[in-house]
């Protein structure tokens, strides 16, 4: 995996607006977001896309989801959001580094797409 942009991110290279990190994760504010609250979750664990995820990645997959909570309720987002992961090109992902959209502040309809 070559780094991504998310990597450098982590890596302190460029600049986001960091909303919590610890040893596992970051949360940080999408730059192009499409609600009023969009930030994204990714593991500093570099796996491309979920489909590359392993049987040992279950733990950090796990936190993940578990962070959208706590990010949420800190938000005041808790009863309304929605967690987007897209996998691959046709998907439409275009940073290759696993990432969770948490996208709130606004009606959604369904189905997205």
């Known amino acids: 995996m070559t780094d991504s942009i998310f990597q450098k991110i982590i890596d302190k290279e460029i600049p ?16 192009n977001p499409i609600a009023p609250i969009h930030v994204l979750i990714i593991p500093k ?3 491309e896309k979920i489909s590359d995820s392993k049987k040992e990645d279950t733990e950090i997959l796990g936190y993940l989801l578990l962070k959208a909570g706590d990010i ?8 309304a959001f929605r ?3 897209n996998n691959g090109a046709g998907a439409q ?3 290759f580094h696993l990432h969770i959209h948490l996208i709130a502040g606004r009606e959604f309809s369904w ?3």
């Open 111 to 113: 189905p997205p797409g």
């Open 83 to 85: 967690l987007v992961v």
């Open 45 to 47: 664990k570099p796996i």
């Open 72 to 79: 949420a309720r800190e938000l005041g987002v808790e009863e």
């Open 93 to 95: 992902q275009t940073v």
């Open 16 to 31: 986001a607006e960091i909303l919590f990190e610890d040893d596992k994760c970051l949360v940080f504010k999408d730059i």
